[in-house]
């Protein structure tokens, strides 16, 4: 199993450009999750969603959009990049039950200039 | 809304016992997760806890008491691969199927020979 994986690994846009940060995980989990991650900080949650058809607005959801295309992808999209943007995103995800783990894949770094 | 707090830093050395204490203010708390990070890498998890008391996983343990809002993670026989950052997330919301983490802003813990 390869857990949860992002592509890509790394990015550099210019104020503006649009992108598509892509994720996967094959572990048959229901929920997923991007956060972003700025230095010195912890994880902030952009979007959810907690079953394929649904998404639901996390803590800082402005200047992004989602897309779970389907139980196993689930992929983040900024239309008008901005510095403000330049961040370290993951994308987790999570099976209901006792034990709340949540799965995270390598992160994506981004760079807008 | 939700907020945690959690010490920024904690130094300790070698063989000894560390705790990372963690409070927090949310509605509709589910349970009080620990997450560790290497470097920037890929948060992994550590322990949950959804009832009062103490969890044991090996040299980690955690303890949430809810009527205090407060849990702590317990590190034993401390080892240097231990340093890193240390996360505290809370378990959120008004569904148990649309469960989300607000995360702390971590504990760096440096461990010296």
């Known amino acids: 199993n390869a857990g949860v994986t992002q592509t890509p690994k790394f990015q550099v846009l210019k104020t503006g450009q649009s992108m598509t940060l892509q994720c996967a995980q094959d572990?048959?989990?229901?929920?997923m999750y991007w956060y972003r991650q700025d230095p010195g900080m912890g994880l902030r949650l952009i979007y959810y969603s907690a079953s394929e058809g649904t998404t639901d607005k996390g803590e800082v959801p402005n200047g992004y959009n989602v897309s779970r295309l389907n139980k196993r992808e689930f992929s983040l999209r900024l239309e008008s990049a901005a510095p403000s943007q330049t961040s370290v995103y993951f994308c987790?995800?999570?099976?209901?039950?006792?034990?709340?783990?949540?799965?995270f894949g390598p992160g994506t770094r981004l760079t807008v200039t | 809304g939700q907020s945690l707090e959690q010490p920024s830093e904690v130094t300790a050395v070698e063989g000894a016992i560390v705790q990372i204490n963690c409070t927090y203010q949310t509605s509709g708390f589910y349970g009080l997760s620990w997450y560790q990070q290497h470097d920037g890498g890929a948060p992994t998890f550590l322990s949950y806890n959804a009832l009062d008391g103490l969890e044991e996983t090996g040299r980690f343990s955690s303890f949430l008491s809810r009527s205090d809002s407060y849990g702590y993670l317990l590190l034993q026989e401390l080892q240097m691969k231990d340093s890193a950052s240390y996360f505290c997330?809370?378990?959120?919301?008004?569904?148990?199927?649309?469960?989300?983490?607000?995360f702390g802003d971590g504990t760096t813990l440096t461990v010296k020979p």
């Open positions: 987790a995800s999570s099976e209901e039950g006792t034990i709340y783990e949540q799965y």
């Open positions: 572990m048959n989990h229901n929920s």
């Open positions: 997330a809370v378990r959120s919301g008004h569904n148990t199927n649309a469960g989300k983490s607000t």
